[in-house]
């Protein structure tokens, strides 16, 4: 298991941009890949996007073109920065570490960070 940590939450304004951090306790590239989730109220925990130890990186359809994944080996971090933020974008984003191709329930998670996109 990995701890993870995330930050850079906080309000913005629509069309703001946030970065968020995720800091890993141990080396990101154990693991197959790194990924960022989020979850509204009463909504499903939905996949945001993808970095994998390789360097691939792959975005859902609701963000795609705002926002870009990467990665400070070195550091152990990951960021998503994200641009042209929309209130839809609201939600607790989360880090994940995912171990095998498949998600399984050993795959660590960070305790979230709050995104809130308002005027």
């Known amino acids: 298991q990995v701890q993870l940590v995330e930050s850079g939450g906080g309000l913005v304004q629509p069309g703001g941009s946030l970065r968020l951090s995720c800091a890993a306790s141990?080396?990101?590239?154990?693991?197959?890949?790194m990924n960022w989730y989020r979850q509204a109220p009463g909504n499903q925990r939905e996949l945001v996007a993808v970095?994998?130890?390789?360097?691939?990186?792959m975005y859902a359809d609701s963000v795609k073109g705002r926002v870009t994944i990467s990665r400070d080996n070195a550091k152990n971090t990951i960021s998503l920065q994200m641009n042209r933020l929309k209130p839809e974008d609201t939600a607790v984003y989360y880090c994940?570490?995912?171990?095998?191709?498949?998600?399984?329930?050993?795959?660590?998670w960070g305790q979230g960070t709050q995104v809130t996109v308002s005027s």
């Open positions: 994940n570490a995912q171990s095998r191709i498949v998600p399984t329930g050993s795959d660590s």
């Open positions: 141990g080396s990101i590239l154990s693991f197959y890949a």
């Open positions: 970095i994998t130890s390789g360097g691939r990186t």
